[in-house]
């Protein structure tokens, strides 16, 4: 029966943001999330701004997104914030780069024990400034006993460095007699990578429009769903958010075969 309301709509086709997270709740929601969240630079330069008013907005954007994958059941967030290349940046923006992650604990990190809120990191600290690793590492010592969404920084993160440091670590390993060559697989490589304790992701989100990987978790996103979207990083919505989900699990019904 067509809603008088609206006619073009079905009964069953949900109306409000609210109606659409409980029908993607009562699926299978994407366990692991990861984001590469681009367009900021691009976002204030279109507004006349510098490019770290866009980091900046940026910022507010990983705390909406962060509560409403809390709220969905996502088990893992991961969000790419600062690549290997990024040190490449003009010094200005990187110095600003590297203060936002005490910016954002600063003021969201009480939230995030109270929401039960893991944070984690996964990259190279030794090249991090001690007043960025500092609130980094406080962070995950004050949410280390949480047991709800593990909230997955990728800071100073290169994923071929990543399977590069794996790889002489294994090469040692073996050197060592601490690993035998011939029970080398998949399962246990994976162990040797940052995100040794994390499934793979199940979902890959990227805005701005960039098809490409930039380096980006090369081996975990081996079979994971894509989600392009042209919408700038600063702009991206619950709404979008959530049409990303409901995608994946459009596809996962498709070829959910045995
Ligand atoms: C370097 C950087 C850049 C950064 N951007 C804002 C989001 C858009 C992408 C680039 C700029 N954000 N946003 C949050 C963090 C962060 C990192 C670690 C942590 F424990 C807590 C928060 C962050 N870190």
């Known amino acids: 029966m067509l809603n008088k309301l609206n006619p073009w709509k079905s009964q069953n086709q949900p109306s409000s943001l609210r109606d659409r997270k409980i029908q ?3 699926q299978e929601v994407p366990s692991h999330i990861a984001i590469i969240m681009d367009g900021n630079g691009r976002w204030a330069k279109k507004r006349s701004l510098p490019r770290v008013a866009g980091h900046h907005e940026g910022m507010k954007v990983v705390r909406k997104i962060t509560r409403l994958a809390n709220e969905l059941g996502v088990k893992t967030l991961t969000l790419y ?3 290997t290349e990024n040190w490449k940046r003009p010094k200005m923006e990187v110095d600003f780069l590297m203060k936002l992650p005490e910016e954002f604990l600063g003021s969201f990190l009480p939230e995030l024990v109270e929401e039960n809120v893991r944070v984690t990191m996964m990259g190279n600290t030794d090249q991090l400034p001690a007043h960025t690793l500092k609130a980094v590492k406080k962070a995950m010592v004050d949410t280390k006993e949480n047991t709800g969404l593990v909230l997955n920084f990728a800071l100073n993160y290169g994923s071929r ?10 090469l040692n390993d073996c050197e060592n007699g601490k690993l035998d060559k011939e029970n080398l697989n998949e399962e246990v490589f994976s162990s040797y990578l940052m995100t040794s304790d994390l499934e ?6 990227r805005t701005s429009g960039e098809i490409r990987l930039s380096n980006f978790m090369l081996w ?7 989600f392009f979207t042209d919408v700038l990083w600063p702009d991206f919505s619950e709404e979008h958010f959530i049409e990303a989900v409901e995608v994946f699990q459009s596809r996962q019904r498709r070829f959910g075969g045995v």
Do not use: N
Request: charged letters at 15%; glycine letters at 0%.
């Open 200 to 205: 793979d992701p199940d979902l890959l989100i």
């Open 220 to 226: 975990q996103l081996a079979y994971t769903e894509f």
């Open 161 to 170: 460095v990543e399977i590069l440091q794996a790889v002489k670590q294994v």
């Open 24 to 26: 993607i709740q009562s």
């Open 81 to 83: 914030a600062f690549s």
